[in-house]
């Protein structure tokens, strides 16, 4: 089993940035696909970015241009870097990983980002 901690949300203003953060522990296998989810109220969960073991990357148009996903394979840890951030980003953010070995997806517990002046 994999879990996965989310951290690094909070209240910030508009035009500020924050940095997620996703730490793995468990049983961690090399084929995975990281990614990075979010959920505003009353909308459907959505993909905001992925990043595969081999380091690419697909960003959503909505985020595109102000947020960035990045990992530190040694720490098994992945980051979500948004910048100039909009009241339309607030949104609970939720880390997931997939194990294309195990066929398998796992979901971390989420972590609360607000923009708001």
């Known amino acids: 089993q994999v879990q996965l901690v989310e951290s690094g949300g909070g209240l910030v203003q508009p035009g500020g940035s924050l940095r997620l953060s996703c730490a793995a522990s468990?049983?961690?296998?090399?084929?995975?696909?990281r990614g990075w989810y979010r959920q505003a109220p009353g909308k459907q969960r959505e993909l905001v970015a992925t990043i595969t073991s081999g380091g690419s990357t697909n960003i959503a148009d909505s985020v595109k241009g102000r947020f960035t996903i990045s990992r530190d394979s040694a720490k098994n840890t992945v980051y979500l870097q948004m910048n100039n951030l909009k009241p339309e980003d607030t949104a609970v953010y939720y880390c997931?990983?997939?194990?294309?070995?195990?066929?398998?997806?796992?979901w971390g517990q989420g972590t609360q980002v607000t923009v708001s002046s």
């Open positions: 997931n990983a997939y194990s294309s070995r195990l066929s398998t997806t796992y």
């Open positions: 468990g049983s961690i296998y090399n084929i995975y696909v």
